[in-house]
């Protein structure tokens, strides 16, 4: 499995802004699809974000859309999840995830991707 480390997580104001990252362990960002996925106590696990590192095309959940923004650096082998404007429905705990991958596109689906980041909470409350 390759490893990711996430970092970045925090309480934060409605309105107010954070920056996940997921930082690749050992292993380069060149074809690979990296995915960002929430959890909120009692609800299933959704798709927020995902990027394909070979031609850029990243992917945002109607929920997210507008407000966060995936990025990476393949030099810094990280994923970035710029989260702006967040809202108390944000609160969750989230994961990033990665996966070899040499075709467009990225899945959606947690299914697709073998190797799990260790996740962090995010809590939007006043």
């Known amino acids: 499995q390759l490893q990711l480390v996430v970092s970045g997580g925090g309480l934060v104001q409605p309105g107010g802004s954070l920056r996940l990252s997921c930082a690749a362990s050992g292993f380069t960002l060149d074809h690979k699809v990296i995915g960002w996925f929430r959890q909120a106590p009692g609800k299933e696990r959704e798709a927020v974000s995902c990027i394909n590192s070979s031609d850029g095309f990243t992917y945002y959940a109607d929920s997210v859309k507008g407000r966060f923004t995936i990025s990476r650096d393949n030099a810094k082998k990280t994923v970035y999840l710029q989260m702006n404007s967040l809202k108390s429905e944000d609160t969750a705990v989230y994961y990033c995830?990665?996966?070899?991958?040499?075709?467009?596109?990225?899945?959606?689906?947690?299914?697709?991707?073998?190797?799990w980041g260790q996740g962090t909470q995010v809590t939007v409350s006043s």
């Open positions: 995830a990665t996966e070899p991958w040499y075709g467009a596109s990225c899945p959606i689906d947690g299914a697709g991707y073998n190797s």
